[in-house]
Every structure is written in C-alpha cells, then in structure tokens.
C-alpha cells in the first residue's frame, strides 16, 4: 500500500515536471512561431502533446487526493500551479 503511493507520488512529480516543460514549450516557442512570425506548423504536436499530458497529470492529481490522500487545499492548489506557467517547478513542496 505504502509503496504505492510513493509510485503514484513519483509518477506526479515526474509527469508535473514533464507537463510545466511542454506549457513553457507551447507559451513561449511555438505560440509567439503562430502568431509572430506565422509559422502555425508546431502549435499542433507541441498542443497535443501537452494536451496528453495534462489529462495525464490531472489523472494523477486525483489520485493524489483520494488514493494518497493529499488535502484539498494542496489538491486545488496543484490544479492552480497547473495552470500558470513555471507553476509545476513548485509540486513537490505541496506533496
């Protein structure tokens, strides 16, 4: 039981860390390539991608708050840090 929640707390860490770097990814290299020098081809994979991995993340963050049993305080403020950008570099100190 112990052991699996530190895997799925692993696994939250690692796919946080991963998610923040594909936002950083789409804000600031392939959205300004769209919309600045109208080179629209990325936004697409770097979207998708990102798109995956927050579902991802936020399959994970729920099994954080029922399985672990995070509060929900730290659960909602993870879905915050989620959502701004560098904010996932910050997880481990709600875990």
Same mark, same amino acid.
């Given at each position: 039981?112990?052991?699996?929640?530190?895997?799925?707390?692993?696994?939250?860490?690692?796919?946080?860390?991963?998610?923040?770097?594909?936002?950083?990814?789409? #804000?600031? =290299?392939?959205?300004? /390539?769209?919309?600045? $020098?109208?080179?629209?081809?990325?936004?697409?994979?770097?979207?998708? *991608?990102?798109?995956?991995?927050? #579902?991802? =993340?936020?399959?994970? /963050?729920?099994?954080? $708050?029922?399985?672990?049993?995070?509060?929900?305080?730290?659960?909602? *403020?993870?879905?915050?840090?989620?959502?701004?950008?560098?904010?996932?570099?910050?997880?481990?100190?709600?875990?």
């Amino acid at each position: 039981m112990e052991n699996s929640n530190q895997n799925i707390t692993n696994w939250f860490l690692k796919i946080g860390k991963i998610e923040g770097y594909s936002y950083l990814i789409l #804000v600031f =290299f392939a959205m300004p /390539l769209k919309y600045i $020098f109208h080179i629209p081809e990325y936004v697409r994979p770097v979207g998708t *991608l990102h798109g995956v991995l927050f #579902v991802a =993340f936020m399959i994970l /963050l729920a099994l954080m $708050f029922f399985k672990v049993k995070m509060s929900f305080k730290n659960a909602a *403020l993870c879905f915050l840090l989620s959502l701004v950008p560098f904010g996932t570099f910050f997880l481990k100190r709600l875990v």
